[in-house]
């Protein structure tokens, strides 16, 4: 895409602007949709579930985002940038400070789709968080697909990302990469995409398309519960089978819970390869982070050029650890904060400053926290049974090794992201 001038900028803008406001008609090819689905679960000899039952239709929208086309060349910067910071001696002996013990073990692996989470204003995007293990990615490139253009100022733009026709390549390449990181053979024998009771989980179907995807390409793919783990004379084994690499989809990030000893020892012995791991989570997604992600000064002093270290400034919003000693101002201050926990996944336990209780802000002073600028999240208008109202919007990169493999949006109502919005869910992006 060519650099656009100011004045571009601003018009491009304000046409998204415009176009999330009051284009309502459906994008969502609904019989592509369901087509693809079809033909993604049958080639892989997998049952679908009904499309009709919220198991897949509450994770689609069927409309799309539009997003300035320098809004997204500004996140992608923005990602590049954080990854180089993140490589940078005094950044890692910082982050690796507040770590646990097994993030300082460095395999090589650099973390299989990262996360990066935006909210789009008039000052242009802002990141909200970065995530390791970031779902949702597979789902998006198949809603994606069955999209079709409407409203008349619109015919012109491009469907979505240009990313998505490379989409499974990519991805493959990704597991190839970090496999071989790691090891020296091509690549894994056997993969297994490993989460808690994975059949219960909210995007169960996205392992089962990741698991497609990979048997497709002649690699062997299983869908285990950490449970389903032993780990005996140096090798990892699930059923009789040795285990050989895992795509990790636990919120255990430090793989301290007891049930994950035996994945934890094999990734201490060096006898698996995991993407992502815990040094992965420790470096970019730990939200102490962000405190330093924020501080641009401190950043270009460490050695982060000073257009990277510039565009963090603008990009990420201000953060701070939260500490008892700053409690009056931290409660002065509330109403333009949003308090995380620093262990926290998936909008759990996070409140918005303007609706704390003092007895919730007393949980909070007494727990790990930080305490993030508050930075609303964009719009997009729904016309629902005729009846036109107003969600909110954020914007997510799906990336490998500071690379963008998809572009996709999350619309909602409510505190948090969510699924539970009539109308909103995954959206595709179509670039202004």
């Known amino acids: 895409m060519p650099e656009m001038t100011e004045s571009t900028q601003r018009t491009t803008a304000s046409t998204a602007d415009q176009l999330n406001r009051h284009c309502h008609c459906i994008t969502l090819d609904q019989e592509a949709l369901d087509a693809s689905l079809q033909g993604q679960f049958s080639s892989a000899g997998i049952e679908l579930p009904s499309l009709e039952t919220p198991a897949l239709s509450q994770f689609f929208s069927n409309t799309v985002v539009f997003v300035p086309g320098a809004d997204v060349l500004a996140m992608e910067s923005a990602v590049q940038a954080i990854e180089t910071a993140s490589k940078l001696p005094a950044y890692l002996q910082q982050v690796l400070s507040w770590a646990p013990d097994i993030a300082h073990v ?3 692996p650099q973390g299989a789709f990262m996360g990066y989470d935006f909210h789009l204003g008039p000052e242009g995007p802002r990141l909200i968080e970065i995530n390791t293990n970031a779902g949702g990615a597979f789902l998006n490139a198949i809603l994606a697909r069955a999209q079709r253009r409407c409203c ?27 496999w071989q990181y790691q090891r020296s053979t091509a690549m894994p024998e056997r993969i297994a995409i490993l989460d808690t009771a994975p059949e219960s989980q909210f995007l169960f179907a996205e392992f089962q398309l990741a698991q497609r995807l990979l048997t497709s390409r002649g690699v062997e793919a299983v869908i285990l519960d950490p449970g389903e783990l032993s780990y005996a004379n140096g090798a990892l084994n699930a059923g009789g089978q040795q285990i050989d690499m895992v795509y990790n989809r636990l919120v255990d990030f430090a793989l301290e819970d007891p049930q994950h000893s035996a994945l934890r020892q094999a ?39 000073s257009q990277g270290a510039e565009l963090l400034e603008r990009v990420v919003p201000k953060t701070r650890l939260v500490s008892r000693d700053d409690a009056a101002d931290l409660w002065r201050d509330r109403r333009g904060l949003f308090f995380k926990p620093v262990a926290g996944h998936g909008s759990k336990g996070v409140y918005r400053g303007d609706k ?5 802000f007393d949980n909070i002073l007494a727990g790990d926290y930080i305490a993030q600028e508050l930075v609303p999240a964009g719009e997009r208008s729904l016309k629902i049974d005729d009846v036109v109202t107003t969600a909110k919007v954020d914007i997510r990169l799906y990336t490998y090794a500071g690379k963008t493999l998809l572009t ?6 409510g505190q948090t992201t969510n699924f539970r919005t ?6 595709p992006i179509f670039q202004v």
């Open 106 to 108: 460095d395999l090589g």
């Open 152 to 178: 008349s100022s619109a015919q012109a733009l491009p469907t979505t990302s240009p990313t998505l026709d490379r989409f499974d390549d990519a991805v493959f390449a990704m597991f190839s990469r970090e």
């Open 267 to 305: 990734y201490l012995d060096d006898a698996v390869v995991v993407t992502p791991n815990p040094r992965t989570h420790a470096v970019l997604a730990d939200k102490r982070n962000l405190t330093l992600l924020s501080a641009a000064q401190r950043l270009q002093e460490w050695g982060l050029d």
């Open 356 to 360: 704390l209780t003092k007895r919730v």
């Open 408 to 413: 996709a949006a999350r619309i909602y109502q």
């Open 422 to 427: 009539p109308g909103g869910g995954f959206a």
